[in-house]
């Protein structure tokens, strides 16, 4: 299977702090991938290395044929890749449905445009808002709208950081239905902490640790480990697990 996303040798310092350290993450065609760990673990740096927003100190990141490194976020998300932030960026001010719209016409012109609006309104299940401003919706609510507006220019790629954050447990079902949808066009990769929603959700599981790989295998294996589960009781892990991954 060929790869769409590849890292090689990721590193991201601050100073004398290292966030990312030599990191090997390969993510393919159509995959739905899940990066865990606990606060402080390096996956927020990763991501933002991923999505150019972060210049990393050294290594590649590799989008296809492209080496992307250091790259600006728009000119990544040229290539097919969507990119959902943590915190949501949408425009209080706007309706829900020119939201959508605006990001549609990215890629369509104006009545396929309207058409794709249309399509992602009802497939996030955000139609029955789509005449409110978006600064009068709840928290959860304006999670969904700015996937509704990654996902309106059809990107071969997703990219979400955290996803879920801010929402209640009815939202974040809701959420993780979604994202199991939306993996049968794109591929996906989610950055979490929230080891709940990642069982629902979750096929491939990469876990971070200091900066670092510690272990990638199937959900059940890496959620069952007891060395993952000592990293998010705050517990040292023994050395020799680092930089496990499946064969």
Request: a neutral charge; hydrophobic letters at 45%.
């Amino acid at each position: 299977m060929s790869a769409m996303l590849e890292t090689s040798g990721l590193t991201m310092r601050f100073g004398g702090v290292v966030a990312v350290d030599r990191v090997d993450v390969k993510i393919h065609e159509g995959e739905l991938r899940c990066l865990i760990g606990p606060n402080g673990a390096g996956k927020s740096t990763f991501f933002k290395c991923l999505t150019g927003q972060y210049k990393p100190t050294s290594g590649t990141v590799h989008l296809r044929e492209h080496d992307v490194t250091g790259w600006d976020s728009f000119a990544i998300a040229r290539l097919g890749v969507g990119i959902k932030t943590q915190v949501p960026s949408v425009f209080d001010g706007l309706t829900v449905r020119d939201s959508v719209l605006i990001a549609a016409r990215r890629r369509y012109g104006a009545i396929l445009a309207r058409k794709r609006t249309d399509e992602v309104l009802g497939r996030i299940g955000i139609e029955d808002i789509a005449g409110k401003p978006v600064g009068l919706l709840s928290h959860g609510s304006r999670q969904l709208v700015e996937l509704a507006t990654v996902v309106a220019s059809e990107p071969d790629l997703i990219i979400l950081d955290e996803p879920t954050a801010g929402m209640t447990a009815e939202e974040t079902a809701r959420t993780a239905a979604l994202i199991r949808q939306l993996n049968e066009r794109h591929a996906i990769v989610v950055v979490e902490h929230d080891m709940q929603f990642i069982r629902s959700i979750a096929k491939t599981v990469t876990v971070f640790h200091q900066g670092r790989v510690l272990i990638e295998d199937k959900v059940d294996v890496v959620l069952n480990d007891p060395v993952v589960r000592d990293v998010y009781l705050g517990k040292e892990p023994i050395r020799a697990a680092v930089g496990r991954v499946a064969a």
